[in-house]
């Protein structure tokens, strides 16, 4: 099993950045991809970016790209979302999730909130 620890998340002015960052332990060497996704209030959970654990290929939304980057580190078992030019329609709770099944993100971190301020 894989376990996900979020930190970095928080209360942000529109225009201001964020970097949230997601530390992977357990079973590390299963991880295919790692994904983050968010769930505003009253809103379905939905993929905000994705990267592949060994070739760093990456997937973004459209809402976010150009103003997102997904990164990992290996080394650290770690992967992160920087988070530019926020809006407030960024707000919502942040998860990263692990994809150890090719297409199923099996686990998930507790979810971090960021709130973007207009």
């Known amino acids: 099993q894989v376990q996900l620890v979020e930190s970095g998340g928080g209360l942000v002015q529109a225009g201001g950045s964020l970097r949230l960052s997601c530390a992977a332990s357990?079973?590390?060497?299963?991880?295919?991809?790692m994904g983050w996704f968010r769930q505003a209030p009253r809103k379905e959970r939905e993929i905000v970016a994705a990267?592949?654990?060994?070739?760093?290929?990456?997937y973004y939304a459209d809402s976010v790209k150009g103003r997102f980057t997904i990164s990992r580190d290996n080394a650290k078992n770690t992967v992160y979302l920087q988070m530019n030019s926020l809006k407030p329609e960024d707000t919502a709770v942040y998860y990263c999730?692990?994809?150890?099944?090719?297409?199923?993100?099996?686990?998930w971190g507790q979810g971090t909130q960021v709130t973007v301020s207009s």
């Open positions: 999730a692990a994809d150890t099944k090719r297409g199923r993100y099996d686990y």
């Open positions: 357990g079973r590390t060497f299963s991880i295919y991809g």
């Open positions: 990267i592949s654990w060994s070739g760093g290929n990456t």
